[in-house]
């Protein structure tokens, strides 16, 4: 029995010694979370339940009052309705788009890592540097965008300066920083995709470059779009910099966004309290879509 109970130990020793380099291994990662992420998020939690303002010395706890201001707060609910509108205009039409252009890069043989930076570009780029680029592009009477439109006798609106088409002009920004990101994605995707798919699609029948898409791109491809369906809707939520660079959430927060009506709040006002309320709903709302899009989508993936 002593004998046994010895090779159990030695056994387990192993084990136990590699368990505890694992954890000395995670352990800076696991601070770091708890720093920088999760600390932050349980202090936005408590400070939405308080009246807190910078530049005041005490605060104290109000409960749900901020939740019930916000009910009530046309400016928030002007900007939970923009931030809705855009993201549903740009996550679409940014993976709609990654997905064609990175199927006619993957069919193109020559020409392929250039056509691939061409387009990446604009995710490497300052977004704040190429805000003067498209306040030409969109200016109404020098802007290039309007002089196109002009050909073909079309009167371009003022799209940064009018309340019916700022946020349309945002999201046009939004589809173009986002395109390349998604882009790369795909192509990382197509790559995976064994060719002796395709030949075997060939020979039962699938004929087109449709067919063959319908019945083996897109199937394998599932995880992919999955994937990309979650990050374009996360960063178009979080749409911040164009707002603050561009229009400043006018005119007459028509522009006003989620992201910069908390801004407002925290930084300008100074309702620290009020803000965190506003960031608590954020989060809500992030968490929410992300779990609606893993319920109903993943069941439609196919892994490999």
């Known amino acids: 029995m002593a004998s046994v109970a010895t090779v159990d130990r030695f056994a387990i020793e192993p084990a136990a010694r590699e368990a505890r380099v694992a954890w000395l291994l995670a352990l800076p990662a696991i601070v770091l979370l708890f720093l920088f992420i999760l600390l932050p998020t349980l202090a936005v939690i408590v400070l939405g339940f308080t009246d807190f303002e910078l530049g005041y010395a005490g605060f104290r706890f109000v409960g749900f009052e901020n939740y019930a201001e916000l009910v009530s707060d046309r400016t928030f609910l002007r900007s939970l309705w923009n931030t809705a509108v855009y993201t549903i205009i740009v996550a679409p039409a940014s993976i709609i788009l990654a997905l064609a252009i990175a199927m006619l890069i993957e069919a193109e043989t020559r020409g392929r890592a250039f056509f691939r930076t061409v387009y990446f570009l604009p995710v490497a780029s300052l977004l704040v540097a190429m805000a003067t680029v498209w306040q030409f592009l969109f200016h109404p009477t020098i802007g290039p965008v309007n002089a196109f439109l002009a050909t073909f006798g079309i009167a371009g609106p003022n799209w940064l300066g009018a309340s019916g088409t700022v946020l349309y002009g945002l999201a046009i920004i939004g589809v173009w920083q986002s395109v390349g990101f998604n882009m790369v994605l795909f192509l990382a995707g197509l790559t995976a995709i064994p060719r002796e798919l395709y030949a075997a699609a060939q020979i039962d029948g699938a004929k087109s470059w449709f067919d063959r898409f319908r019945l083996v791109t897109w199937p394998m491809l599932g995880p992919t779009t999955l994937f990309v369906t979650t990050i374009s809707v996360i960063n178009s939520v979080k ?23 908390i801004y407002q709040e925290g930084f300008v006002y100074l309702r620290v309290g009020y803000a965190s309320a506003m960031t608590v709903v954020f989060l809500a709302i992030l968490v929410a879509l992300m779990f609606l899009q893993y319920r109903v989508l993943d069941r439609k993936v196919h892994y490999a």
């Open 239 to 261: 749409v911040f910099e164009t707002v603050k660079t561009l229009t400043e959430g006018g005119p007459n927060k028509a522009s006003e966004v989620l992201l910069f009506t």
